[in-house]
């Protein structure tokens, strides 16, 4: 089965930058969108950016043009950077992967795989 592997994530100040890497397993990593997401304590998780195999990408409007997604098919990974980290920025970042649309969804339901998170920690 296909395997994700976040990292990256850390404690960094506000207004610091992070970069997290979603490393997968499979020969069709090419083919699928992939998605991030994050889930702060209390909260519903929601979707942060996606990117298709043809390097389309979307936000939530939440983000406010300070991160960017990004993939390298040819190492099988996909890049979340994150700039002017506020602190509500905090979570536990997924990436996930849609194996079955040419088109980015932001429903948690629409991705079949998953990976176990990775934590951003943004102080004020």
């Known amino acids: 089965q296909v395997q994700l592997v976040e990292s990256g994530g850390g404690l960094v100040q506000a207004g610091g930058s992070l970069r997290l890497s979603c490393a997968a397993s499979?020969?069709?990593?090419?083919?699928?969108?992939m998605g991030w997401f994050r889930q702060a304590p209390g909260s519903e998780r929601e979707f942060v950016a996606g990117i298709t195999w043809v390097f389309s990408s979307t936000y939530a409007d939440s983000i406010e043009g300070r991160f960017t997604v990004s993939r390298d098919n040819a190492k099988n990974t996909v890049y979340l950077q994150m700039n002017s980290l506020k602190p509500e920025d905090t979570a536990v970042y997924f990436c996930?992967?849609?194996?079955?649309?040419?088109?980015?969804?932001?429903?948690?339901?629409?991705?079949?795989?998953w990976g176990q998170g990775t934590q951003v920690t943004v102080s004020s």
């Open positions: 499979g020969r069709t990593f090419a083919s699928y969108t």
């Open positions: 996930a992967a849609d194996t079955s649309a040419g088109y980015i969804a932001r429903a948690v339901q629409a991705y079949t795989y």
